[in-house]
């Protein structure tokens, strides 16, 4: 459940990285 959510915000953080950096 942990590693789950660890995932998840990880790719909510390079999410938001590379719309910064596209944008």
């Known amino acids: 459940?942990?590693?789950l959510v660890i995932f998840?915000?990880?790719i909510?953080?390079?999410h938001i990285k590379f719309?910064?950096?596209l944008d």
């Open 1 to 3: 459940s942990l590693i």
């Open 8 to 10: 998840y915000s990880n």
């Open 12 to 14: 909510s953080f390079l």
């Open 19 to 21: 719309t910064y950096v």
